[in-house]
């Protein structure tokens, strides 16, 4: 397995392909909790977040309804939305255990515009990686790929590339 082809995709599907390759004594279900256990512990200790996100959060928070829309499992989702209290800032929050179809189908952005009772045509999503991009693509939104973890030639699909958070805020918040 590559890790680089399964950034922005479920657990699920890394762990079934893992458990299809490998053949380890673990089953998928065991795999997962592992795998969330040990997540959840180095976020807990590291607190890892960007420099600036939690500030571009808040300025978007001010003038846009703001969603998330995760590949990640929600026990993951929540504690990275409990660091320095983010969550405060989402009014909507799906994870892949939400919806059928994982990234990169569109269901997730979908299934969070839904929530934020807004039309696909007038979101915007921000993201990472390559199937997000798409799924993004998918369901009709405006997407604007941050180069965190592809290098932009990989996001290239996207309505827009930015290496950095102050040119999501450029985009996003400099026109009314």
Known sequence: ????DYIGRSDQVLWLDF????????????????K????????RREQPLFAGLPELLE?????????????????????????????????AVV???????GKPAPDIF??????LNVTPQACCVVEDSKPGVAAGL?????VIAITN???????????????TYEEIERLLLARR
């Open 95 to 101: 994870t892949d255990s939400d919806v059928k179809h």
């Open 110 to 115: 979908l299934s969070a515009a839904a929530l």
């Open 138 to 142: 998918a369901a009709g939104m405006k």
């Open 1 to 4: 397995l590559r890790f680089a």
């Open 59 to 91: 300025k978007l928070a001010a003038r846009y309804a703001l969603g998330l829309a995760s590949g990640s499992e929600r026990p993951v989702v929540e504690e990275v939305l409990g660091i320095k209290r983010l969550g405060r800032y989402f009014s």
């Open 36 to 43: 969330r256990q040990r997540v959840v512990e180095l976020i």
């Open 19 to 34: 458990v299809a390759g490998h053949k380890p004594s673990q089953t998928v279900p065991e795999l997962l909790a592992m």
């Open 149 to 163: 973890t592809h290098p932009a030639e990989e996001l290239r699909h996207a309505t827009h590339v930015v290496r």
